[in-house]
C-alpha cells in the first residue's frame, strides 16, 4: 500500500469512527434521559400514591417504609449508571476531537477548517468549549446525574426524618446536604479518574 493509500484507508477509517463516537455521544445521551425520565416517573407515581393514603394515619408509615427505600435504591442505581454515561459522554467527545484535530493538521491546509479543535494543551477543556461548556468541577452540578443526586438525597433526609420522628428539620436538611455532597463527590471523583 502506497502512502496515498495509506492516507485515504485512515481518512476512511477516522470518518467512520468520527461517525461512531458520534452515535455513541447520543446513546449516552438518550439513555440518560431514560432513566432519569424511568425514576422521575416512579418517584412521581410514589407521591400520587402518597396522596390516594395520606387520608388515612395507619396507612402513611408503613407506605413510606416500603416506599422510600425502594425509591432510594432506584435512585442510587440510576445515579451510577448516569456518572457513567457523563464520563463515557466526555471521553467520546475528547476522542471526536483528536480526529477533528487530525483533519486540520492533514486537510485544513491555510484554510481554518477544524481549527477550533486544536486548541491548548488540555484537550479536554478544546472538546468542552467547543459544545458551548466551561470544564470544570462545578459543571457537573448541571448534569443529570447531579439532579438525580439531588432528589436522593431529598428522599435519604425524608427517610431518617421517618425513621427518628424527633428527629428535627435541621437533622433531616443535614442529611440531604451531606448525601448530596457525597453523591457530587463522586461525580468529580469518576469522571477525573476515567478521563485521565
Known amino acids: 500500500m502506497d502512502e496515498g493509500e495509506r492516507e485515504q484507508a485512515l481518512l476512511t477509517v477516522l470518518t467512520t469512527e468520527h461517525y461512531a463516537l458520534q452515535t455513541s455521544r447520543a446513546g449516552t445521551i438518550a439513555e440518560a434521559t431514560g432513566r432519569a425520565t424511568i425514576f422521575l416517573s ?6 400520587i400514591g402518597l396522596g390516594f393514603v395520606a387520608s388515612n394515619d395507619k396507612l402513611v408509615r408503613p407506605y413510606l417504609a416500603a416506599v422510600l427505600p425502594t ?7 440510576t445515579f451510577l449508571r448516569l456518572v457513567e454515561t457523563t464520563v463515557e459522554n466526555s471521553l467520546d467527545l475528547l476522542r471526536i476531537q483528536r480526529i477533528r484535530a487530525y483533519y486540520h493538521h492533514q486537510l485544513a ?5 477544524f481549527a477550533d479543535a486544536v486548541g491548548a494543551d488540555d484537550a479536554m477543556s478544546t472538546a468542552w468549549n467547543l459544545v458551548g461548556t466551561r470544564p470544570g468541577r462545578w459543571e457537573f452540578l448541571l448534569t443529570t446525574a447531579a439532579l438525580v ?5 431529598v428522599l435519604s433526609g425524608l427517610g431518617i426524618a421517618l425513621v427518628a420522628t424527633t428527629v428535627g428539620v435541621g437533622v433531616t436538611v443535614l442529611v440531604a446536604v451531606v448525601t448530596f455532597g457525597v453523591q457530587f463527590a ?10 485521565r
Open 149 to 153: 443526586g439531588a432528589v436522593n438525597a
Open 71 to 77: 425509591l432510594v435504591i432506584i435512585g442510587v442505581l
Open 109 to 113: 491546509g491555510e484554510h481554518d477548517f
Open 42 to 47: 416512579v418517584l412521581s407515581a410514589a407521591l
Open 186 to 195: 463522586y461525580i468529580v471523583r469518576a469522571s477525573a479518574a476515567r478521563m
